[in-house]
């Protein structure tokens, strides 16, 4: 029998700056009960493409979308992480690789998920979510031998329904019944092998992703196909709304994360694309909060500042603080540090890489 334990979650996941992590399970803080409401009912703040990190790991990969790694992220508030599944041609692996494993290879898709069940294992009391697109085209039965191999398959958790579900389980139920992991796949048309493993656009919906100009944001649904420019029927089927909230910067040959606007992209409040405004638009358009919202770079705006607010936390404890800080060739401390070094020839040589295999990033 599962012994019920004190959620945390509200306490280890709003916070702005370091504290004392002692506070934390003390359950002091002023915001309201997350844990009473139902996973759906919250906005899980979300790193798009968590592993691909732009630091001295990758030496500073263009490709990268986020300054810290993913145990940094989960530390530092993030509850949503997406990732992008290929199979490396070399080693025939699934990889966790950015558009192709010649581009940006993060390793194999076991190791990234025990990276995440090491941070879940230590911290008994969070609910975790796992986006992943398919582009391997992998079979339910091939990604469960990666979630049985990283140890962490125990905690999933398995959907009463394979479509929407209106009711979903409160993060205490979730934690009580030791499913504190839940997993999306984009997509996977058949789970049969691995009913844990959902078919993402059966259950939520995005709003458009490939935005370059911060007036492009936009709460409208635009993905699954079948739901497309219709939101009021996605919601009234009871899909989860997924809020994109990133910008591209065109180049030449491809797309890259759009570094010069981010701090007014993530954002609470400020200029044209505002994360938080834009939070406030789709939950006056959609009635309801975003259940997730994925940003690039998370720790920059603070993003988490605009998730707060949605959630109606005010003063958040627990969390571990990471700087807010744009990365840049000037920049000489911190997570994400470009080398001054970092020359025009690597971008072409990127361009070119991109070019060839047909891929943005």
Not at 67 to 93: E, I, M, P
Not at 107 to 125: D, F
Not at 189 to 200: I, S
Request: aromatic share 8%.
């Amino acid at each position: 029998m599962l012994l019920s334990r004190e959620c945390l979650y509200s306490n280890t996941w709003h916070i702005s700056h370091t504290v004392d992590s002692s506070a934390a399970r003390e359950g002091g803080y002023s915001g309201p009960d997350l844990c009473q409401r139902a996973y759906n009912n919250i906005t899980h703040l979300g790193a798009h493409d968590s592993p691909f990190v732009r630091d001295a790991s990758t030496g500073y990969s263009l490709s990268g979308n986020q300054y810290y790694n993913t145990t940094v992220q989960l530390a530092a508030g993030v509850r949503l992480l997406s990732a992008q599944v290929q199979t490396n041609s070399t080693s025939g692996q699934l990889s966790v690789c950015h558009t192709s494993c010649s581009l940006l290879n993060a390793g194999t898709l076991r190791s990234w998920l025990q990276e995440v069940n090491t941070w879940v294992e230590a911290n008994p009391n969070e609910v975790v979510t796992i986006l992943l697109v398919n582009g391997a085209s992998a079979s339910a039965t091939a990604l469960a031998a990666e979630y049985e191999a990283a140890g962490i398959s125990n905690i999933a958790y398995t959907p009463t329904r394979s479509s929407a579900i209106e009711q979903w389980p409160t993060l205490q139920q979730l934690i009580n019944n030791g499913t504190r992991l839940l997993n999306f796949v984009a997509t996977l048309t058949d789970n049969t092998g691995a009913p844990y493993l959902m078919n993402e656009f059966d259950y939520i919906f995005e709003n458009s992703y490939q935005n370059t100009a911060p007036t492009d944001f936009s709460c409208t649904a635009n993905r699954p196909d079948n739901v497309a420019n219709n939101t009021s029927g996605a919601l009234g089927a009871g899909m989860m709304p997924l809020m994109n909230h990133f910008l591209y910067a065109n180049e030449t040959l491809f797309e890259m994360p759009n570094t010069t606007y981010l701090a007014t992209t993530n954002a609470p409040s400020g200029g044209v694309g505002n994360l938080g405004d834009a939070a406030a638009q789709c939950t006056s358009e959609y009635g309801r909060v975003p259940t997730f919202v994925l940003v690039d770079f998370f720790n920059v705006g603070p993003a988490i500042s605009a998730v707060d607010r949605l959630n109606g936390v005010t003063a958040p404890v627990g969390r571990t603080g990471v700087s807010t800080a744009v990365a840049s060739a000037s920049s000489t401390s911190g997570a994400g540090i470009m080398s001054a070094g970092w020359g025009k020839g690597v971008v072409v040589m990127l361009c070119l890489t991109i070019w060839a295999i047909g891929g943005e990033i």
